[in-house]
C-alpha cells in the first residue's frame, strides 16, 4: 500500500497516541517515555498502528521514533526499516552492559528493570535477527551469540564484558561468554534470569519432576473452568503475527538443538520463586556445567520477575554488578 504523506500520518497517530496515554492532548514532538509510555502500552500504541496503517512494527521501534512526528516519518517510508542488532536503553558513565532477550526477541522484555538498576552502567538491549520481518529469524544459540557479538564488539572491543539474559536470552549469553573467554576476554558479570535448556538435557529424575508439575497445572486450568481455584495462574501467550510467529518458531528450534556445554568460568543464576513450566531446581541444571555456580531468587513467576517484581530484580542485579570484578 502507498504511504500516506506525513502531515497525515501525523494526524493519524495522534488520537492513537492519547487514547494509549489517555491523555486530552499530545503534541508531535512529545517524547513517550516523558508521557508515562512503557513497554505494555507501546504493544497497545503498535497493535493500534497496524490496525490504522496496515503496518506492523515491533513495539521496540519507540525507542528509534519515540515522538509522533518520528514515528509518522518511519511510516512514510514505503518498507519496514531493519532494527538493529543492539540498542541503547540507558546512558552512563560506567562500563557497558549488555541485556539479551527472551522469546520475544526484543529490549522491551528490560523496560521496567533498567530503570531501576542504580550503577551508573550504559545499558544496551540485544535485538534477535529477524524481529523487524525484514530478515529471516536465527534458529540456532550459537549464532545468535555471534550475532550479537558481532554488534557488541562494535561497541566494546575488548573485556571485561557485563553480560545479563533473560530466559532464552540467558543461553544467549552464556554462548557469548563461551566465545569470548575461548578468544582471551575476560567476563566481568555472567547473569541468567530465570533461563533452562530443553528438556532433553534434563536428568531423568527433573524430566519427570517438571513433567509432573506440568500435568497438575494442565488439570489446574481444567479444573478452573468448572470453578475450582486453580493452585496458581498459568501463563497464556497473547495472539502473535505471521511474522512473530516464524520468529517464535525458529526459538524454538534453537532452544531445541542447544546442548550448554561446560563454562569455565561463574554464573549468576536468578530463579523465579514460583516455578511453571521450568525446573524447580536450577542449581540441580546448572552447577555441574559451570566453574561456579551462585543462584537467588526473587519473587513471581518466569514472567512475573520481569512484569511484576522488576524492582526486587534490579536490587539483585545492581548488587551483583557494583561487586562485579573488573570494574
Known sequence: MNPM?????????????????????????????DLGGDSALALELFNEVALAC?????????????????????????TSARIPPLIQLKAGS??????????GGSA??????????????????MQAKGIDGVEEPLDRIEDMAQYSLDAVRQVQPHGPYFLIGFSLG???????????????????????????PNMRSLSLVQRTRLATRMAWRWAASRMQWLGVPAPYR??????????????????????????????????????????????ADAA????????????????GDHLGIMT??????????????????YR
Do not use: C
Not at 522491551?108 to 538491549?125: C, L, S
Not at 540467558?170 to 534470569?193: F, N, P
Open 108 to 125: 522491551m522484555d528490560f523496560f521496567q528493570i533498567v530503570k531501576h538498576i542504580r550503577p551508573a552502567n550504559t545499558i544496551y538491549g
Open 54 to 78: 496496515g503496518r506492523e512494527l515491533p513495539p521496540v521501534t519507540i525507542y528509534h521514533a519515540p515522538t509522533i512526528s518520528a514515528l509518522a516519518a518511519l511510516l512514510e517510508q514505503p
Open 170 to 196: 540467558g543461553l544467549i549469553t552464556l554462548e557469548m561468554a563461551q566465545q569470548l573467554m575461548a578468544q582471551g576476554e575476560k567476563i566481568g558479570l555472567l547473569a541468567m534470569l530465570d533461563s533452562y
Open 234 to 279: 498459568t501463563t497464556i501467550d497473547s495472539p502473535t503475527s505471521p511474522a512473530m510467529q516464524r520468529f517464535r518458531e525458529g526459538d524454538g528450534l534453537a532452544l531445541e538443538r542447544y546442548r550448554p556445554r561446560y563454562y569455565p568460568g561463574k554464573i549468576n543464576f536468578v530463579r523465579a520463586a514460583i516455578p511453571t513450566d521450568f525446573p
Open 308 to 325: 511484576a517484581h522488576f524492582e526486587a530484580l534490579a536490587a539483585v542485579l545492581s548488587r551483583l554488578l557494583v561487586e562485579a570484578p
Open 5 to 33: 504523506p506525513t502531515s497525515t500520518m501525523v494526524e493519524v497517530l495522534t488520537p492513537i497516541w492519547q487514547r494509549v496515554l489517555q491523555l486530552p492532548s499530545v503534541g508531535a514532538d512529545d517524547n513517550f517515555f
Open 284 to 299: 540441580a541444571v546448572w552447577s555441574d556445567l559451570a566453574h561456579r555456580f551462585e543462584v537467588q531468587t526473587v519473587p
Open 94 to 103: 560506567d562500563p557497558p552492559v549488555f541485556l539479551a532477550h527472551g522469546l
